[in-house]
């Protein structure tokens, strides 16, 4: 089983949609949680930190369930330009602050 | 802030030959940088633990002959694959964080390399 795990998707939704993923961790440990937008051939970029009490920037919504191990991020009024990959991301305590990513969740949003 | 600066962002290069990729942090000090290689449609997978002033930390299954990593300073940090096959073709991206806090990482552009 992956560590950290993710539908690939695609999901392809029409714009002004509301799409969620989820992604789940394997490890308890997990200390701290992020999601990052990939766009094709680019490197990823931090779309927020998450964080236990669940956190909202704009049109995205974070959310971190420790009992079940998963996060997830919701997108509303979804835009053409958030087309991307979305890949969760995760630091174990004592991992020596490196990051462990999910494969990725593709977003096509149609015109 | 917290930028990072990769390159070159790509390369093409005959087999057996060796590539150089430089990661640095330009308006901040990373004492530990990471290096992902990325496959097509798979994710980021962890290389290896660059450190000022130390030795690398490798993952599993990386070869640490074949992938030299050079953290000499406080800003760069570099990876040469040495001998280069056709199969190292990928997508090599740093990282460094900036505190000890929860910061996310801030990545380099990244580099495209081909082995021919």
């Known amino acids: 089983r992956k560590e950290v795990e993710q539908d690939p998707g695609p999901f392809n939704v029409p714009e002004g949609a509301t799409v969620a993923f989820n992604c789940t961790y394997s490890?308890?440990?997990?200390?701290?949680f992020f999601w990052y937008r990939q766009d094709c051939r680019k490197e990823p970029k931090l779309l927020m930190s998450?964080?236990?009490s669940g956190n909202e920037d704009g049109r995205f919504t974070a959310q971190l369930n420790r009992a079940s191990q998963y996060i997830s991020l919701l997108i509303r009024d979804s835009k053409l330009s958030d087309s991307a990959t979305y890949l969760c991301?995760?630091?174990?305590?004592?991992?020596?602050?490196?990051?462990?990513f999910g494969s990725g969740t593709q977003l096509t949003v149609l015109p | 802030g917290a930028v990072v600066s990769q390159h070159p962002s790509w390369v093409i290069c005959k087999s057996g030959t060796s590539v150089k990729i430089e990661c640095r942090s330009l308006?901040?000090?990373?004492?530990?940088m990471f290096w992902y290689r990325q496959f097509p449609k798979q994710s980021l997978m962890l290389m290896a633990t660059?450190?000022?002033?130390?030795?690398?930390?490798?993952e599993q299954g990386v070869e640490k002959d074949k992938f030299l990593i050079n953290h000499a300073s406080l800003t760069l940090s570099t990876l040469t694959v040495t001998s280069a096959h056709p199969e190292d073709s990928s997508f090599y991206i740093c990282?460094?964080?900036?505190?000890?806090?929860?910061?996310?990482?801030?990545f380099g552009s990244g580099t495209r390399l081909t082995v021919v």
């Open positions: 490890n308890s440990a997990s200390q701290s």
């Open positions: 660059s450190n000022e002033g130390s030795k690398a930390t490798y």
């Open positions: 308006d901040f000090q990373a004492t530990t």
């Open positions: 990282s460094a964080a900036r505190g000890q806090g929860n910061y996310g990482y801030t």
């Open positions: 991301a995760v630091k174990y305590r004592g991992s020596a602050r490196q990051l462990t």
């Open positions: 998450v964080y236990s």
